[in-house]
């Protein structure tokens, strides 16, 4: 009941205010991230460009990385940019010193970006199916030799797959679905195995999976050909796009010694050799 002498013409406006004021209140918010975690020159320059530019790409350099890297205007790849370098998804353990890393839904690169400056002796596989993806990839790559990119979907098996928009139609959440056989649009699925058995891996020390509900089938088939020789396993799952995408893993990691834990979005699972068993 409204007060008297308050109408909801009064009303309408407070509230429009109250929204411009929340609006307002959260692009501050997000300004002063940019600064703490990048400080003041490089998160000044990377939110001035990340909300201003127009339509195209536009380059972010960073103090800390070799070469800049880009991102495409009003898309995801601003928030793939939050989650890989102000939010430091991908930190891990300071004793990690892995010699292989293999990136599973790789979109734009900036994961491997992050994982070519942190370990620049790592040998870096980077996975993904979208075509367009793959190019800013293969930009944002370009100057770290010891990246591969694979422009493939990954799987359990072999087989063809067709490239699907997510459910926000945005870069960050295509998916893949099998077809019954190979078309102009389909593109090679690659096994975790197969990237094994191609570049003559006896490990991968860093295996980091965002694959957009694809884990529910990586994890449901042969999957105990490669997980013996996977160190740490860093992966997003689904069940909020996909119910019970996240099973089959959940079931992998019970019949192995995995510790698991989380970071952001992220469950961090090593896996532990040495075990004790009394």
Known sequence: MLAEGVGAHTILPIQSDMKQLLSLVQKINGFLYYLIQLGAKDGWKAYRRSVSEPAGTYAVQMKHLRAPFYLRSGTSDRGVFEQVFLHKDYELSQDLNPAVIVDCGANIGLASVFFANRYPKAKIIAVEPEKNNVD?????????????????????????????????????????????????????????????????????????????????????????????????????????????????????????????????????????FDRQVS
């Not at 979907?153 to 295509?174: I, M, R, T, Y």
């Open 136 to 272: 800013m990839a293969r930009r944002n790559l370009q100057p770290y030799p010891n990246v591969s990119i694979e422009a493939n979907g990954v799987w359990n098996k072999d087989c063809h797959l067709e490239v699907v928009a997510g459910p926000d139609g945005q870069p960050w959440s295509f998916m893949v679905r099998p077809v019954a056989q190979e078309r102009p649009d389909t593109i090679p699925a690659i096994s975790i195995q197969g990237i094994i058995d191609k570049y003559n891996l006896s490990r991968i020390d860093i295996l980091k999976i965002d694959i957009e509900c694809s884990e529910s089938e990586l994890f449901a088939e042969n999957v105990d050909l490669w997980i013996g020789k996977i160190g740490t396993i860093v992966i997003e799952l689904h069940d909020w796009m996909k119910p019970l995408t996240s099973k089959t893993f959940l079931q992998t990691m019970a019949r192995y010694d995995f510790a698991v834990t989380q970071k952001g979005e992220n469950i961090i699972a090593r896996q532990i």
